[in-house]
């Protein structure tokens, strides 16, 4: 998902969006409120993330004004303050859910991926499946014919890559764009490293072996015909 955070913190900000990267998502970030709505005005994101006390302008005021210019993109507020009032006022405002600091990463994540389901039922998908191989995005797990694989997050996040475009070829600046967030060749071997050791873990000891190089083109997660 494309998601915008709207947080003054900037420590704060940056453990969630690397936490979110991690977990496979695009974010941006904007360090007040003026820059958080235009941002939001100027583009569409599948969630955002609007921590409520903001300098410029606090994070209420943005969610009401996008409500009132017809902006449905679901809205998760972050607050330390967390007594009932507060959290009604976050939802009349505008808010479609509303998380107390601090939070667990792992429940804010849940949270955000069940509003999207909700605004577009099918297009966040949380489990993944080829052949007897399954991976979870909410858990972070993994299991191949009903065993737990345990993955470095890289490593999850190169599988979760290829299982997302299962049985296609994905070719190795699809896989630095969207695993490594490269937008130029390192000129390393860094997928082919993280491709074998990947594939000593969901393969090695498994039948049939999932995980295909496509020379000259890329790899292919599939099941053999």
């Not at 996008?66 to 959290?87: F, N, Q």
Request: with cysteine; hydrophobic share 40%.
């Amino acid at each position: 998902m494309r998601i915008l955070i709207i947080e003054d913190d900037i420590e704060a900000a940056a453990y969630l969006a690397k936490g979110l990267k991690e977990a496979g998502h695009h974010c941006e970030h904007a360090a007040d409120g003026d820059q958080g709505y235009d941002m939001a005005a100027r583009s569409g994101y599948d969630v955002m993330i609007i921590d409520r006390m903001l300098p410029k302008r606090d994070g209420l005021s943005v969610i009401e004004q996008r409500r009132k210019e017809g902006d449905e993109t679901p809205v998760l507020i972050l607050s330390a303050l967390g007594e009932v009032d507060d959290r009604v006022t976050g939802l009349r405002a505008g808010g479609d859910d509303y998380l107390t600091k601090p939070y667990a990463f792992t429940e804010l994540l849940a949270r955000i991926e069940v509003m999207a389901r909700r605004r577009n039922p099918g297009e966040v998908e949380t489990v993944y499946r080829v052949a007897d191989l399954e991976l979870d995005r909410l858990s972070h797990s993994v299991k191949r014919a009903g065993e737990t694989i345990l993955l470095q997050p890289r490593e999850f996040r190169l599988l979760e890559y290829l299982m997302k475009n299962a049985g296609q070829v994905v070719t190795r600046t699809m896989l630095l764009e969207n695993v490594w967030d490269y937008h130029f060749d390192p000129q390393t071997n860094v997928i082919d490293v993280h491709i074998s050791r990947l594939r000593s873990k969901i393969d090695k000891g498994f039948d049939p072996a999932l995980l295909q190089t496509v020379r000259g083109s890329g790899y292919s997660l599939r099941e053999p015909d």
